[in-house]
């Protein structure tokens, strides 16, 4: 691949956070913020995990993770334990009402982009489709899974 071609390519990758982020930001109103959100979205599908795994998936520093989940644990959506194979180590769950919320967020989502999505022509529909299928089996490539890039 070219420089040009991955300069590119890593453009509209960003871009298409962006437009997703901001789809999500403008169409919905989360009642919490969008990083309480992806913990719970995580947490739902890989949890319960140490706030240290749950930092690097997110790439948030881990400073900046441990107030996000002490602003949840206040807030009773999620719970911490203790490691029952390490006791230096705390995991983190979803409690019942960070499930719920969760899961009538991710309806509201839903339907939103349904809604959107029935706007569209046929042929943009299902090009949308094989674009997202697409994607998504790409993103879930163990490469993209890997341990973030340090920064350094």
């Known amino acids: ?47 319960p995990l140490p706030i240290t795994s749950i930092a690097q998936h997110l790439m948030i520093s881990k400073q900046q993770m441990t107030k996000v989940i002490n602003r949840m644990s206040v807030q009773e959506l999620i719970k911490k334990t203790p490691d029952p194979e390490d006791h230096r180590r ?33 042929n943009d529909r299902e090009e949308l489709t094989r674009s997202l299928t697409s994607l998504n089996r790409l993103l879930s490539q163990s490469v993209f899974l890997e341990k973030p890039l340090s920064r350094e």
């Open 1 to 47: 691949m070219t420089q040009a071609q991955e300069d590119t390519l890593s453009a509209q990758f960003l871009e298409n956070l962006c437009l997703i982020h901001n789809y999500l930001n403008r169409r919905t109103q989360l009642p919490i913020p969008v990083s309480q959100f992806s913990v719970l979205v995580l947490l739902d599908e890989d949890g």
């Open 90 to 122: 705390t995991l983190i769950s979803v409690l019942p009402k960070g499930r719920e919320l969760l899961d009538d967020q991710t309806d509201v989502i839903r339907s939103i982009f349904l809604e959107d999505v029935k706007r569209l022509k046929k």
